[in-house]
C-alpha cells in the first residue's frame, strides 16, 4: 500500500489531470475551430484569467494577452499592470496594455463606474484583435459568475434572455470557463503552483455583485451543496426554451416585418392578429437595445409620432406602422449631377432616360417631360424643410412638408425621398409626383422618359 504522502500527490495529479482533460473536451465540443485561430486573452490578473492563460498555453493554442489599467485603485492597478507583463514575458506570449481614464470617461457618458469599464475595454480589445490578427477576444467568466448573473439579471425583471445566462460566445468573445466553478478553478491554480492578484475591491459590497457573491450565493450554497450544478441544469433548460422562442421569433418576423433603406417597420394590424401582441413585440425589439417593456407596449395604443428611444435607434409610431431607425444615421448631403444626353444614371437611385414618341402609362415612377424646358446639369438631391414645388395638375406652389402632410406620406417614408431638380426648379418628387410647370403639352416637340428603376 503507498504511503500517506504518495497518496495525498497522487489524488492532486489526478485533480489537475481531470481539469485539463474535461477543458480540453470543452473546446474541441464546443469552440472546435479554435486550433486554427489566433486568441487575445482578457487578463486582468486575477484568478480566472490566470488559470484561463494558463490553460490555453498548455494545449498549444496561439494566444495574446491584453490587459486593461482602470487606474481605479493606484498603487495596486500599477502592480497588476507590472505582474501581467511579467507573466507574459515568462510564458513569452505577446501583450498588449492600455490605460483609461475610467472615472473621467463614466463622468462625460453619464454611466456608472462598471459599465464604463465594461465599455472602455471590449471596445479596446476589438481595435487590438482587429488590428493584430486575433480571431477571438477570450475572457475568465465562470460557472459563479453565471449564477450571479442570473441573480443580477432576476432582480431587474429581466426576460428570458437575462435568465439564461451568460452567453458561451457572442460577438467574437468566447468564454471557454463556463462549465467549471470558482472552487475548481481556485484548487487548479493552487495544485499547479500558479500566482495571481486579488483585487481588493472585490471584497467591497459597494456592487451588487458583490454582495451576492459574498453574502447571498454562499448562504445558498449552505443550504444546498448543489446549488451551481441544479442552477446549469435549470439554465440548460431556459436555453432551449430561449432556441424555440428565437424560432418563433423567425417567423413572425417574416409575417410583420418589412425591411427599409434606413431600418425596418412593423405592421401593427397584423402583430396584433398574433397572440401575446405585447411579448412578441418586446422580443423584436430587444436585440436592438429597447429594454423597456412598459414603453414599448405602451406604443401600440399611443397616438402617431410617439417615440421610444434605445442606445442606437428610435421607435415611433405612424399610419398604422412601428418604425426602427438608427439614431444616429447621417443624412446623405451629396447632390448627384445627370449630363445631358446620359442614358441612365445609378447613384444614388437608378434613372433611366430615353426620348420617346407619346406618353405612355401613368406611373409614379415615371416622369415625362419636355427636355426643351429644362436646364443640365439636372440634379439628384434630397428634399429639404424649405423645398417649394408646383405639383402635377395644380396652379399653385406649395411646401413639401405641406404636400406630404396632405398626401399622407409617412414619417419613414419621407426621410428617403429624393428630387429631380433643373435649374433652382424642383420637377420631380421621384416616386411621388411631378412638377406641373414641365408637363407635357401640344406644343411639345420631343418627350423624354425618365423612369426610376427601383
Known sequence: MLPAFYRYLCTIIIRIEVLITAFKTHIVSQFPALANQKILVACSGGLDSMVLLHLLKSLGFT???AHCNFMLRKEESDDDLAFVEATALRLKTPIFTKAFQTKKYAKQQGLSTQVAARELRYSWFNSIADANGYDLIATGHHADDDLETFFINLSRATG????SGIPKQNKGVIRPLLPFSSAQILQFAKKQGLFWREDSSNHKRDYLRNKLRLDVIPAFKEVNKTVLQNFQQTQ????DSEALLEDYITLVTKLVVTPQDTGFEIDIKK???LPNTNSLLFELLYPLGFKDFK??????????????LSKDYILYKDRGLLFVREKNLKRDETIYSIEKYQEKSIVPLTLSLRSVNKVGVCDPAILYVDPAKLTYPLKVRLWRDDDIFQPFGMKGKKKLSKFFKDEKVSLAAKENVWLLESGIDIIWLIGLRADDRYKVTDTTQEILKIEWIK
Open 271 to 273: 402583430l396584433q392578429a
Open 236 to 239: 440548460q433548460h431556459l436555453k
Open 295 to 308: 414603453a414599448i407596449t405602451n406604443i401600440l395604443e399611443s397616438d402617431q409620432g410617439k417615440k421610444v
Open 160 to 163: 428570458l434572455r437575462g435568465l
Open 63 to 65: 494566444i495574446g494577452v
